[in-house]
T-cell receptor, first 109, second 117 residues
């Protein structure tokens, strides 16, 4: 299948520390989407990356798409307790949106 | 604007029972899909539809049926529930990539938490 691997599976940080999750594919991606799911909630779309080497920022969140379009990362600067949740990458192709396994982030105050 | 509405929110079934999970959206989205979410396995695509009258299988379609008679509704049917189908089910919708709106973000419902005993 068109697997998208995500690491780490889980990370626990102290508030104020940085956090990064990585998404890797064995094949070239046409695009990558990122979603956030709060505990007990549903996935919410954050952003989409399409171009090789693309970098987008949303306040403390920085999203990158690799030059070879086979990997992507989400970096959160100075985490806050509101960042708690699971972050998913997802690839859209052939009419299907396939999700990575997600990275669960826990932030302690 | 309600967005994507899923009913019921919770359900407990016995093995062998049948059930339909409802999903409705009011955004005139052509594309709709169903996912199941299990701990440590992310979201896995069950079935999807690019428009009324058109459905296709996702990654894990076995044990589930769908139909799309209208743009708004996309019900998911479990014909004979099994314990392995205990999960959280999410419905999502978006514009279809074949209408010139490629790679659209998905809008998710709040989910149905299903337990099968």
């Amino acid at each position: 299948g068109q697997q998208v691997m995500q690491i780490p599976q889980y990370q626990h940080v102290q508030e104020g520390e940085d956090f990064t999750t990585y998404c890797n594919s064995s094949t070239t991606l046409s695009n990558i989407q990122w979603y956030k799911q709060r505990p007990g909630g549903h996935p919410v779309f954050l952003i989409q990356l399409v171009k090789s080497g693309e970098v987008k920022k949303q306040k403390r969140l920085t999203f990158q798409f690799g030059e070879a379009k086979k990997n992507s990362s989400l970096h959160i600067t100075a985490t806050q307790t509101t960042d708690v949740g699971t972050y998913f990458c997802a690839r859209w192709g052939f009419q299907k949106l396939v999700f990575g396994t997600g990275t669960r982030l826990l932030v302690s105050p | 604007n309600a967005g994507v509405t899923q009913t019921p929110k919770f359900q407990v079934l016995k093995t062998g029972q049948s059930m339909t999970l409802q999903c409705a959206q009011d955004m005139n989205h052509e594309y709709m899909s169903w996912y199941r979410q299990d701990p440590g396995m992310g979201l896995r695509l069950i079935h999807y539809s690019v428009g009324a009258g058109i459905t296709d299988q996702g990654e894990v379609p076995n044990g589930y049926n769908v139909s799309r008679s209208t743009t708004e509704d996309f019900p998911l049917r479990l014909l004979s529930a099994a314990p392995s189908q205990t999960s959280v089910y999410f419905c999502a919708s978006s514009r279809s990539e074949f209408r010139g709106h490629s790679n659209q973000p998905q809008h998710f419902g709040d989910g149905t938490r299903l337990s099968i005993l």
